[in-house]
Every structure is written in C-alpha cells, then in structure tokens.
C-alpha cells in the first residue's frame, strides 16, 4: 500500500520518535524506497518499507566489541548534503573523503589508529539511521600540498551488521565523531570525541 509522505513521516513518528523534518530528511535518502508521484505530483512511500524502516534497531554491543574492536568514525551528514542509499560503494567512499577532521591533534590521532588497525570503519548517518559507510586506510589528506581527501575503500565484513542499523547521538555537537569501544555501551555517545570537523 502507497502512503503520502506526509502519513509516512506520522509512522516514523509513532515508531521513532522523529519529527516531520528529520523523518523527511530521512526519506528523502530513498532508504525506504524510491517514492512514487501521486496526485499533483505528491510523493508516495511504501508502507511496509517505511514500517521496516521505523523498526530497525540498534546495533548490538557484543556485536560491536566483537566486530570493531578499534572503535569507528560517525559521519553525520548535515541538511545540505545530498546523500542516497542506492548509491554504488564507491559514489559512497567519493561523498565521504571530504568529511574529516580539521585540527592536527585529531588527525594524528586517526593517523596512529589507522596504524594499529589497519583500517578504520565509517559509517554516516542521517537523522539517526545509518545510510552509508566505508572503511579509512589512509587519513593523510594532502600529497604535494593537493587535498585530497581521505584514502577511502569500500566498507569491510563489519558493515552488514550496521547497514540496517539505527545510530542515534545527542542533539548538535561534532558532524564528525569518534566511537571509542572502551566505551561501547549504545547510549548513542561513547568516549574520545572528534570534535572538530568539516563536511
């Protein structure tokens, strides 16, 4: 059965707490299915699709110690960028080498954890829901003095059990935060923040 958008952001209301922006921001990813055009052209959603979608849990933390033992970067994607889930890997990795963090200490920081690691996961989210994701293998962003970006490859093993997932954080604070997993508890904020980022 087709919804409106606007019964759709209800639903994801009554099931997730979201209000009508962030729900629209949300579906406007197409993670509930490309809508249809109704009547005076206005956007139609699967029902079932948007139910799902309003279901999806959080991920587990045993899940998480046992999967990301290294910890992971949290994009959140900000209003004005346009993001959609059926976007190939790579289109993926190229929207998120631009995000990354701005002061030194923090990129050494990545600099030694990509180290230890190997590679480090990413995933972006939007109004809460995980969207995209990635793995980090390089944080340098300048060679010969030309930005770059981050060395990003598609994202390993560990994303499947994140692509469903939801990933809430507080209201405001950094687009680009840390997830350290001495800190895994999911109450949506761990440890070592990244403070300082530009997306």
């Known amino acids: 059965m087709r919804i409106s958008e606007r019964e759709a952001t209800d639903r994801l209301n009554a099931l997730t707490g979201l209000t009508r922006t962030p729900a629209r921001r949300l579906l406007g990813t197409n993670i509930a299915g490309s809508p249809t055009r109704g009547p005076g052209g206005q956007r139609l959603y699967d029902m079932a699709a948007v139910d799902d979608l309003g279901r999806r849990g959080l991920p587990d933390d045993a899940w998480l110690a046992e999967w990301l033992r290294f910890g992971l970067l949290h994009v959140r994607l900000a209003p004005s960028v346009e993001w959609d889930v059926g976007w190939s890997a790579e289109e993926t990795c190229d929207r998120l080498r631009g995000c990354r963090p701005t002061g030194i200490v923090r990129l050494i920081q990545l600099v030694g954890l990509v180290r230890d690691a190997g590679r480090l996961p990413i995933i972006a989210t939007v109004s ?72």
Do not use: K, N, Q
Request: a negative charge.
């Open 128 to 199: 809460g829901f995980v969207v995209g994701g990635a793995d980090l293998v390089d944080p340098v962003i300048e060679v010969d003095g030309a930005d770059r970006g981050l060395a990003l490859t598609t994202p390993g093993a560990w994303y499947s059990g994140l692509a469903a997932a939801r990933w809430p954080s507080p209201r405001g604070g950094a687009p680009l935060r840390w997830h350290d997993p001495a800190g895994w508890r999911f109450a949506g904020v761990a440890r070592g923040d990244m403070d300082h980022a530009r997306c």
